[in-house]
């Protein structure tokens, strides 16, 4: 694995992976500044393929596909990505046709994609399960730039503009940090010499501050949707945590895992379905933005049971603050995410997103050993006490419950 700089001091990494016929780039653009409409840069990332001053959205499109270049453009809370994959023989033009969106997207297409987002927006939002979560963070991360979520996208859509969109691009490029990683079997100097000649006049401000707050909780509500085509209700309870800079945070992920991220071997699963019969899917999750993380858990369930499982939910947690767990059961925890490491770096495209994603975050390229050994060294005595302190006292008491579920 190989960091450099380009002649515009972006930050790359390139990691050579000999004999194979496809390499992986991404290119993260940080966000130093929250949107000010939720859905600009959900637009403007749709809008980034629609379209250049040299290349119509057909030919954009035309040109991918006939090269079998995989080419996206994905907007996540934190960073602006673009990304591709293609034949080692088509890295030039591939990295030719990013600069080309990068530099020389036209924005042209916008009525027609507003109206597209629209009704996509409301198709996504007939599933019970979606609707939910969409109320889960809303209300998590109220009046935070992470609670923009479809439905606050849908009230705001018809008041954004097409200056609004090309302001915000044009400020993402000027003042966002930019981490670039290549993954694949191409000579180092040939890679170097491509990237320099097609992107090192992007104008790159590495010394602009994020300027977006860290999302604060400091109460315990429940929020209800009723649905009364609903077959079952959804349930989602959550709390914000801290997020990977905390010492906590391998120790976090392991208890994640014994908690309810594991499938079939997790508590969640064994007490709440196979025991109690009340769902055929509950889990937990712990999800990490760069300001907070928030924890989980998520359960579908008869209307009837909605308070049981919320007890289940706190008896569970409360063994965890209560018991050490089991040398066994830390053990196969541990051994689950060592085994997803694995699962999700097996292509050179996701060696290349999770190295964009590690430096963009400012974590260090090689952020992944790093954890890995720290949470081979996680003891139960550690997963007891993030128990105790994050699901109990005053921390444990401010969350949010999303419950959707019919009338009854």
């Given at each position: ?17 000999k ?20 859905g ?29 270049i ?15 994959v ?80 090309i ?13 670039l990683?290549?993954?694949?079997d ?15 006049d992007?104008?790159?401000d ?5 300027n ?6 400091n ?32 120790v ?55 308070q ?65 050994a ?5 003891t ?18 401010h ?10």
């Amino acid at each position: 694995m190989q960091e450099f700089k380009l002649k515009n001091n972006i930050t790359a990494v390139y990691k050579q992976n000999k004999n194979t016929p496809r390499i992986g780039l991404s290119f993260n653009f940080s966000i130093n500044e929250a949107e000010q409409l939720p859905g600009i840069y959900c637009l403007m990332s749709r809008l980034l393929l629609q379209g250049t001053k040299t290349r119509t959205s057909e030919q954009l499109a035309m040109e991918l596909d006939e090269n079998a270049i995989e080419f996206s453009c994905d907007m996540k809370q934190d960073y602006l990505r673009f990304r591709f994959v293609c034949l080692n023989e088509d890295f030039a033009l591939a990295t030719e046709i990013m600069s080309d969106v990068i530099k020389n997207s036209t924005f042209e297409e916008f009525e027609k994609e507003k109206v597209k987002l629209q009704g996509e927006i409301t198709a996504e939002l007939d599933s019970a399960k979606t609707k939910a979560l969409d109320n889960y963070y809303k209300n998590l991360f109220k009046g935070h730039f992470y609670g923009h979520t479809y439905t606050t996208i849908l009230e705001n859509l018809d008041k954004i503009t097409k200056e609004d969109v090309i302001q915000a691009y044009e400020q993402i490029v000027s003042t966002g940090k930019k981490v670039l990683s290549i993954v694949g079997d191409i000579e180092f100097e040939s890679v170097q010499a491509l990237l320099n000649q097609n992107l090192s006049d992007i104008e790159n401000d590495n010394q602009k501050e994020k300027n977006i707050q860290t999302p604060t909780l400091n109460e315990a509500k429940t929020v209800e949707i009723i649905k009364n085509d609903a077959q079952q209700a959804q349930i989602i309870q959550g709390w914000i945590l801290p997020t990977f800079d905390s010492t906590d945070y391998p120790v976090l992920v392991v208890l994640n895992v014994i908690l309810g991220s594991a499938g079939l071997s997790s508590r969640l699963f064994l007490e709440l379905r196979e025991k109690k019969g009340l769902a055929y899917t509950v889990r937990s999750s712990y999800e990490t933005n760069e300001k907070c993380a928030n924890f989980s858990i998520y359960i579908a369930t008869e209307p009837k049971n909605i308070q049981i499982c919320l007890d289940g939910f706190k008896t569970e947690l409360e063994k965890l603050k209560e018991l050490p767990v089991s040398d066994d059961e830390l053990s196969s925890a541990k051994n689950n995410i060592i085994g997803k490491q694995q699962f999700v770096t097996e292509t050179n495209a996701q060696q290349a997103n999770l190295l964009a994603y590690y430096g963009i975050m400012g974590l260090g390229f090689d952020f992944q050993t790093q954890v890995i050994a720290k949470i081979k060294q996680v003891t139960p005595e550690q997963i007891q006490e993030c128990a105790k302190k994050y699901f109990g006292g005053e921390c444990g008491e401010h969350f949010v419950i999303s419950v959707l579920r019919p009338e009854v």
